[in-house]
């Protein structure tokens, strides 16, 4: 009965919508959280929640991706939110392909997340994804 319950519960929460703040968000809890949730719209109109790794270049989020349907998403529409502490914050992806800017990103991601960047992502800097995007409110 308790995990029925727990089962409801969990359910319950899935589908509560999360409220997106008008305000800007503390970017510096980026820094701080190993991965985030964005959301991103499905074709039919659902949300696609991900959990990603995310960085800051220039004070602006960042974030990189191989072929994925969140980033599919973006092709159709480039609004993004960016989940923190329940809330969400609403941002537009802006598709990177300057090759420079490219190696500013990877090196960002190289800053924080150390050797575990270094160990899944050996390729040279400005390569180690397909996809990159920086992203504005």
């Not at 989020?61 to 159709?76: D, I, Q």
């Amino acid at each position: 009965m308790k995990k029925i319950l727990l089962l409801l519960c969990l359910t319950c929460l899935a589908c509560t919508s999360i409220p997106v703040s008008t305000e800007a968000p503390d970017l510096t809890a980026i820094d701080d959280k190993w991965s985030i949730h964005v959301v991103t719209l499905d074709s039919d109109g659902n949300e696609r929640v991900t959990r990603i790794w995310i960085a800051l270049l220039d004070g602006d989020p960042v974030l990189r991706t191989g072929e994925s349907r969140w980033w599919a998403n973006l092709g159709s529409d480039p609004a993004i939110r960016i989940r923190l502490s329940g809330q969400d914050y609403a941002y537009r992806a802006n598709l990177v392909d300057d090759p420079q800017v490219r190696v500013q990103v990877d090196e960002v991601f190289l800053a924080k997340y150390g050797r575990w960047e270094r160990m899944l992502f050996p390729q040279e800097r400005g390569a180690t994804h397909e996809n990159y995007a920086r992203l504005h409110r």
